[in-house]
């Protein structure tokens, strides 16, 4: 089981899902926007562990090469 250093946390909330058909929303706190710095399009990253716990995380841009 992973554990959490509770001194490493910066933000803890909670958001609720909504699902409309095949549609599934949720919404991501203010704060946990400003401070990964969102932007819309970018993507997250969500991973699913045997225990039922979810990392959710910023997918890295890749940089764009000059032709």
């Known amino acids: 089981m992973a554990e959490i250093n509770i001194d490493e946390v910066i933000f803890i909330s909670e958001t609720s899902l909504t699902i409309r058909e095949s549609r ?3 919404t991501v706190p203010k704060e946990i926007v400003e401070e990964l710095g969102l ?4 993507k997250l990253r969500w991973l699913l562990f045997e225990d039922g716990k979810v990392l959710l995380t910023k997918v890295k841009r890749k940089p764009r090469t000059k032709r």
């Open 39 to 42: 932007k819309n399009g970018d």
């Open 24 to 26: 599934r929303r949720t």
